[in-house]
T-cell receptor, first 118, second 113 residues
Framework: DVKVTQSSRYLVKRTGEKVFLECVQD?????MFWYRQDPGLGLRLIYFSYDVKMKEKGDIPEGYSVSREKKERFSLILESASTNQTSMYLCASSFFLAGGRRKTGGYTFGSGTRLTVV | KQEVTQIPAALSVPEGENLVLNCSFTDSAIYNLQWFRQDPGKGLTSLLL?????REQTSGRLNASLDKSSGRSTLYIAASQPGDSATYLCAVRRTGGGNKLTFGTGTQLKVEL
């Protein structure tokens, strides 16, 4: 019954590497999100996407990029990994709510990827 | 800017107690409010979703209420069990700002035998 799948539970990467975190959802959701979670800082939004090939910056986009080539898949890219990007990364999806259409449905989260950059 | 606060930040109770977790938000212009549970090192699991037009939602031993006008929600857990030990997060989905969630600070719950 898994609905949002993150490709890796744990990753260890070296400083300077290009890192790809993958997220796939099977609920036909328009919205997809990438968060990072750090102790004492809570969840912070990195990037989100309302539709295929569209993306918008969240609160902390620096050092990250994203790709959404298909509706079900949203990738987070660390262009050149640094130690301060060591964190728990969480992907989520939801329906798009607008003007009375689809006023139901919450967020569904994946199980997270613990990334360590050494 | 929407701000979401959860009180208390941490709570330790003996097994069997009924307990209440609190969530407050500053902007009442919301679509819905969602309560999540997070176990250590894991993702978020949705517990309850309350639409802005609703007053409460129930699932098993959990009951969540929403008072949008006062900017408050409570999560009531009946007959707590050690397996309820986790961090509980509330999040509001605002009507503007692109369907994004604003998360609360979380309540870390420990239920002891």
């Amino acid at each position: 019954d898994v609905k949002v799948t993150q490709s890796s539970r744990y990753l260890v990467k070296r400083t300077g590497e290009k890192v790809f975190l993958e997220c796939v959802q099977d609920m036909d959701h328009e919205n997809m999100f990438w968060y990072r979670q750090d102790p004492g800082l809570g969840l912070r939004l990195i990037y989100f996407s309302y539709d295929v090939k569209m993306k918008e910056k969240g609160d902390i986009p620096e050092g990250y990029s994203v790709s959404r080539e298909k509706k079900e898949r949203f990738s987070l890219i660390l262009e050149s990994a640094s130690t301060n990007q060591t964190s728990m990364y969480l992907c989520a999806s939801s329906f798009f709510l607008a003007g009375g259409r689809r006023k139901t449905g919450g967020y569904t989260f994946g199980s997270g990827t613990r990334l360590t950059v050494v | 800017k929407q701000e979401v606060t959860q009180i208390p930040a941490a709570l330790s109770v003996p097994e069997g107690e009924n307990l209440v977790l609190n969530c407050s938000f500053t902007d009442s212009a919301i679509y819905n409010l969602q309560w999540f549970r997070q176990d250590p090192g894991k993702g978020l699991t949705s517990l309850l979703l309350i639409q802005s037009s609703q007053r409460e939602q129930t699932s098993g031993r959990l009951n969540a209420s929403l008072d949008k006008s006062s900017g408050r929600s409570t999560l009531y857990i009946a007959a707590s069990q050690p397996g309820d030990s986790a961090t509980y997060l509330c999040a509001v989905r605002r009507t503007g700002g692109g369907n994004k969630l604003t998360f609360g600070t979380g309540t870390q719950l420990k239920v002891e035998l």
